[in-house]
């Protein structure tokens, strides 16, 4: 496609017309294709010039007709790769972890409830019944921190209630 400029600079979203491209393809082209750098006016908006525009349409025939990955376009058109897209380092196999999990839910009280203190399991050992199995009949070390932390509550409010 041929492009006849009529103006000096464009909008994102005349050049978007005209390319037959979204503007947010144009930003991220605009990541990738280190000479695709339009600059912005005092409005903080891109302006786009016809070379720009010629480019773009280099580059979206390259990538939807021609068929190159964008890595390959970048070579064709003899572009080195910006440093966002720097060889990254290989993934290590398995499984790995989330970096930012969420920290483990308090489990000293019921599900659906606010935790009220911070029982942790270590912190008060109980004894525990050999013969019974856990969460039969209350013998669960965790439900005994529960009865203990809603006395301790009860303890409390009463206190405040004789003020």
Do not use: C
């Not at 491209?21 to 605009?30: D, G, T």
């Not at 376009?73 to 003899?78: D, E, L, N, P, V």
């Not at 380092?89 to 009280?109: I, L």
Request: aromatic fraction near 8%; glycine fraction near 6%; charge should be positive.
């Amino acid at each position: 496609m041929k492009f006849f400029p009529r103006k000096l600079y464009y909008k994102i979203r005349e050049v978007g017309e005209i390319a037959g491209v979204k503007a947010h393809v144009l930003r991220f082209w605009e990541t990738e294709f280190p000479a695709l750098s339009p600059p912005k006016g005092r409005n903080g908006q891109r302006v786009y010039r016809p070379r720009d525009i010629e480019l773009i349409l280099e580059i979206r025939k390259l990538l939807y007709e021609d068929g190159y990955t964008i890595a390959g376009a970048r070579r064709h058109m003899g572009m080195s790769a910006p440093a966002s897209a720097a060889k990254k380092p290989a993934r290590q196999k398995g499984p790995q972890p989330y970096v930012h999990a969420p920290e483990p839910a308090n489990t000293s009280v019921m599900p659906g409830s606010l935790p009220l203190f911070n029982i942790a399991p270590d912190e008060t050992p109980l004894p525990e019944k050999a013969d019974a199995a856990p969460g039969t009949d209350g013998n669960h070390p965790a439900s005994e921190r529960l009865k203990r932390a809603q006395t301790e509550l009860e303890n409390i409010l009463t206190l405040l209630d004789r003020e």
